[in-house]
Nanobody
């Protein structure tokens, strides 16, 4: 599956952004989809995952501020980001893969990144 991320931009601290990840085919049968981010000089980190059943997992740093959702009818996964902080600045990537109970998320398809900059 090909993935296209969009929605990044420049936002002030405490602001909001919604990222979108559009898939080239139906995501109805995709086991799990995720959002990752990579700041300059840092490793890529998993931010949020949503499974085919709608279960979600978040990195501790974004819990309570970010929400991942999937719209199977639109073949799109979203990341709603609220109360943004300067440390959220990074390139954000979406992915598709597998996540089973008790196991980590394993992405196998990646979209291109979209830049999110949080600054006053």
């Amino acid at each position: 599956v090909q993935l296209q991320a969009s929605g990044g931009g420049l936002v002030q601290p405490k602001g909001s952004l919604r990222l979108s990840c559009a898939a080239s085919r139906s995501i109805f049968s995709i086991n799990a989809m995720g959002w990752h981010r990579q700041a300059p000089g840092e490793q890529r980190e998993l931010v949020a995952v949503i499974t085919i059943g709608g279960s979600t997992n978040y990195a501790d740093s974004v819990k309570g501020r970010f929400t991942i959702s999937r719209d199977n009818a639109k073949n799109t996964v979203y990341l709603q980001m609220n109360s943004l902080k300067p440390e959220d600045t990074a390139v954000y990537y979406c992915s598709a893969g597998n996540k089973y109970a008790g196991a980590p998320y394993y992405p196998n398809s990646w979209g291109q990144g979209t830049q999110v900059t949080v600054s006053s």
